[in-house]
């Protein structure tokens, strides 16, 4: 019987953890390509022979989404599997009609075949939407778990923008680790926080060694956290999962990509911002929790907000940074940036568009929608240096920058600047050492 032809449609993450799960030693199977979408130089690739196993000594390649018809054709592929997160019902089924149209099997994975099984127990932290609160979340929870006595060894969602063969397993345990893996801002924003707070944590490519390597850490490891991409679902099998929603936008949890799913697989959910949300929009989203999941638990949280020197906001013309992401593909109007600059009473918030240049002004023609915002795009050498200049350029008196690790620290900023800091604060109870209790009970006999 000949192998049946597919296509991964995908953004370097889950599509190179589904081939890796499904197809790598399945000769029923033939990657013929892979299609890249939402992350910048990823196209033109390939997934490398030496990931791919022995059926692809000359690995696979990767194409931009916009060849998708051409490809189907020329390739005469049988089936496309759809492999990648936060993206609206409407644009999947779209996809899923252009590759009907030219002539293939639309497809969507599920936890069956892609979830792989630890020999720890695994926490997972994800969400809904890009920018719900996930981040803060997995912090939350990490420091319970090691105010337990507990050792923690974290696992991101993967995030390989490089060298693929290099990123195959990488841990991360000190400062200088990120330097020596090349990482981009975007991929320091998600592991430096886990570093500071002191627990090893490991991402990469290959999720099965990335798994074996975690529970095998030198350092010790008593429990996975599985701290999530985006709003996709994880790869590990849970034994606890813990979903964020956000009130900001209502209804997204039932209408995007895969975060449905992770809102259906929830053991609990985290309703984070109820301090900025309106009430009817909280209850828009307690009421579709309830009418999906309604065996979880449900959270009330906020993301408590400082600043390191509010001087340098107070009566100041300021540029709000904010996590790149959140503002791109998570559709998010404003973030933490903008809310303490209202708070600490800025005398104006500065609309960067006009100043920006190369990659950022490519940005903002991408994602017309970000406003008056300066997302911190960071890829690659050119994005960074793209944001120093455009933050060079902005008529401003001072910088508020909302990202997770020091922006001073990796690019150049040439004016004063103030950092905004966010964590997770929950209201009332349930809180999450309710929702964690059984789980360390658990962890703890194991």
Not at 401 to 417: H, M
Request: glycine share 8%; hydrophobic share 40%.
């Amino acid at each position: 019987m000949n192998a049946r032809k597919v296509i991964i449609i995908g953004a370097a993450g889950r599509d190179f953890h589904n081939f890796n799960t499904v197809f790598r030693n399945n000769p029923a199977y033939k990657v013929a390509a892979f299609t890249a979408a939402q992350i910048p130089d990823i196209a033109g690739r390939k997934y490398p022979a030496e990931l791919a196993g022995e059926l692809y000594p000359d690995g696979i390649p990767i194409y931009p989404q916009d060849d998708l018809e051409r490809l189907i054709k020329e390739l005469d592929a049988d089936e496309c599997v759809f492999a990648y997160s936060d993206v609206p019902y409407s644009t999947v089924m779209s996809i899923g009609s252009r590759v009907t149209a030219a002539g293939a099997d639309f497809t969507l994975f599920g936890c069956k075949g892609t979830m792989l099984k630890s020999t720890k127990p695994v926490v997972a932290v994800g969400a809904v939407r890009t920018g719900c609160g996930k981040s803060q979340t997995s912090r939350r929870v990490t420091e319970l778990l090691m105010a337990r006595g507990l050792k923690v060894i974290a696992v991101r969602h993967p995030m390989p923008y490089g060298d693929l063969v290099a990123q195959k397993v990488q841990r991360f345990a000190a400062i200088e680790d990120l330097a020596a893996n090349k990482c981009t801002i975007e991929e320091m924003e998600e592991y430096e926080p886990h570093i500071a707070r002191g627990n090893v944590i490991y991402a990469g490519v290959d999720y099965e060694a990335i798994l074996r390597a975690a529970e095998n850490d030198p350092s010790g490891c008593d429990v996975i956290l599985w701290d999530g991409g985006n709003n996709d679902f994880p790869f590990y099998r849970p034994d606890l999962m813990i979903t964020v929603v956000d009130p900001l936008r209502p209804g997204h949890e039932l209408s995007y990509y895969p975060g449905e799913t992770t809102l259906r697989l929830a053991d609990a959910v985290v309703i984070n911002k109820i301090d900025s949300a309106d009430f009817e929009n909280i209850q828009t989203v307690r009421n579709n929790i309830r009418r999906v999941n309604p065996k979880a638990t449900v959270v009330d949280a906020v993301s408590t907000i400082s600043v390191d020197k509010p001087e340098v906001i107070r009566g100041k013309r300021v540029l709000a940074i904010e996590d790149g992401p959140t503002l791109t593909h998570g559709e998010m109007k404003i973030g933490a940036g903008v809310v303490a600059a209202r708070r600490f009473g800025a005398a104006e918030i500065i609309d960067p568009r006009r100043f920006a240049v190369g990659r950022l002004a490519e940005t903002y023609r991408i994602y017309p929608n970000i406003g008056a915002l300066l997302p911190a795009m960071g890829y690659g050498a050119q994005q960074m240096s793209d944001l120093s200049a455009t933050i060079d350029n902005t008529d401003c008196d001072s910088v508020v920058v909302a990202t997770p690790i020091d922006l001073g620290r990796v690019i150049k900023i040439s004016k004063p600047y103030a950092r905004v800091e966010y964590n997770l604060q929950e209201i009332g109870r349930p809180n999450m050492e309710d929702v964690l209790a059984g789980f360390i009970e658990t962890a703890k006999k194991k």
